[in-house]
């Protein structure tokens, strides 16, 4: 059995942080659990563009409030607590903090490996490893 607190994570190297947001990777892939668990931080008034082309993300807001917007057809949708978004199609998109940061819980399949940031695509790199 595995068991951490929110806590113990955010004060490791499980946490990283970036200009628009911050992830506390509770759950990664050297676990074994074929799937990663996140808590992350959407910081306010901030966009992040993301393409995940290499992993499919589900995503539920448990507090705050934004949009995601899909690129590939301009369609946007607000996101409050009790908000679930399923990228299954390596959707595309921009993220944009509202009026106050957005915590959400978020899973990663394939799993990460905890370092993970967007490259200028977007992207998360595969771990092949």
């Known amino acids: 059995m595995i068991v951490r607190t929110l806590e113990e994570c955010e ?7 970036t200009e628009t947001w911050e992830s506390t990777r509770m759950l990664l892939k050297d676990d074994q659990m074929g799937f990663s668990f996140h808590i992350t931080t959407i910081y306010a008034n901030k966009e992040t563009h993301i393409h995940y ?3 499919l993300e589900s995503v539920y807001c448990m507090s705050g409030n934004g949009e995601i917007e899909t690129l590939s057809d301009g369609k946007v949708y607000q996101i409050r607590p009790g908000t ?3 990228l299954d199609k390596h ?3 921009m993220l944009r903090g509202g009026t106050e940061d957005m915590k959400m819980a978020c899973v990663f399949n394939p ?3 905890g370092k993970e940031v967007h490259d200028k695509d977007g992207v998360y790199p595969v771990d092949n490893s």
């Open 111 to 113: 799993p990460l490996s």
């Open 91 to 93: 959707d595309e998109h």
């Open 84 to 86: 679930l978004y399923i």
């Open 53 to 55: 082309k290499n992993h």
């Open 11 to 17: 004060n490791s190297e499980r946490r990283v942080a």
